[in-house]
Structure formats: structure tokens, C-alpha cells
């Protein structure tokens, strides 16, 4: 590899590192619409669990494109939502599976940190993301599958957030 090449490769990967990083700010300031501009025209979001994904490869949901993206922002701000004093998303070992100029496969683990009427901040839920993102019309990037695996067997009873 040249020295060229490992450049291109450091700069690729602070770029997906920045984009999981404003990805987890949105989320955390419960942006719904900006979280749905995080996602291609077509873009996929499906949760399951880990055991799920490994035994069965079976997801819980999947939502495609723009129209149920929103809906589930909506359901998850709205019904399904549950009023945290404060979370925090941490994104982390994030790593290139895959690149090329078409795609970026991607797999980074994550936490998500709440804390909840005045009480001592505690894990929430955490888990792994299986994602393919491209470059938007701007060089920005957007997910065009973002897969959530959550460990355990369930999600917390209290899930109405993003992840």
C-alpha cells in the first residue's frame, strides 16, 4: 500500500467516523427529520436482536424508504415514546469493512446511556451496527442499509428511542 493509498484510507475512515458521530447527535437531540435525512431516498433501518440475527437472521422490523422511515421516527418521538432527562449515544469501533466508489460496509458498536428523572446515569441498551453507506449528492454520506443488533434477547420495555 502506498503512502498515497493510506492516506485516502485515514481520511475515509475520519469521514465515517464524523458521520456515526453527527448520526449519534441527531439522535440524541431527537432530531426525527434530520434523522430521516440521514438515510438514501430507498434507505433500509431494521432492528433485531443479537440472538435473532445469529440463529435465525430473522429482524424484528424493517423500514424502507423515506415514508416509513419517517413513520417510525413519528411512532418512536411519539407513541412509543418515552421522556429520558437525558441520552447519549456512543458510537465506537467503528470499521471499514468494504470500500469502493459505489458503497462503504461498515460495523461499529454502540451504547446508549440514559439517565432518567434525576436518577444516576445507566446503560440503556447496547449492540452492533451492520451498515452499507454511500455518498450523497453533496460527498456527504447516507445510510443506505442500517442494520441495529441489539444484545439481548428483547429491547428494554422503555425503547421508544433511535438507534
Not at 484510507?9 to 475520519?14: E, G, K, S, V
Not at 436482536?49 to 421516527?73: C, H, P, T
Not at 465506537?92 to 461498515?106: L, P
Not at 441498551?125 to 442494520?147: K, S
Amino acid at each position: 500500500m502506498t503512502q498515497l493509498q493510506l492516506l485516502d484510507t485515514d481520511r475515509l475512515q475520519l469521514q465515517v467516523q464524523r458521520f456515526y458521530a453527527d448520526y449519534a447527535a441527531i439522535i440524541d437531540r431527537m432530531q426525527g427529520a434530520q434523522w430521516v435525512d440521514q438515510f438514501t431516498h430507498d434507505g433500509v433501518y431494521g432492528l433485531t436482536s443479537y440472538n435473532n440475527y445469529k440463529g435465525q437472521g430473522m429482524w424484528w422490523y424493517v423500514d424502507r424508504g423515506r415514508i416509513k422511515l419517517f413513520e417510525r421516527a413519528a411512532y418512536n418521538h411519539g407513541y412509543f415514546y418515552h421522556q429520558f432527562d437525558k441520552m447519549l449515544h456512543q458510537i465506537s469501533n467503528v470499521r471499514i469493512i468494504e470500500a469502493s466508489d459505489e458503497q462503504i460496509t461498515t460495523e461499529a458498536y454502540f451504547a446508549l446511556f440514559v439517565c432518567d428523572r434525576g436518577g444516576p446515569s445507566q446503560i440503556h441498551v447496547t449492540g452492533e451496527f451492520r451498515d452499507v453507506i454511500v455518498r450523497g449528492e453533496d460527498d456527504g454520506l447516507l445510510f443506505a442499509d442500517h442494520r441495529v443488533i441489539v444484545d439481548g434477547e428483547t429491547i428494554p420495555q422503555n425503547m421508544g428511542v433511535l438507534l
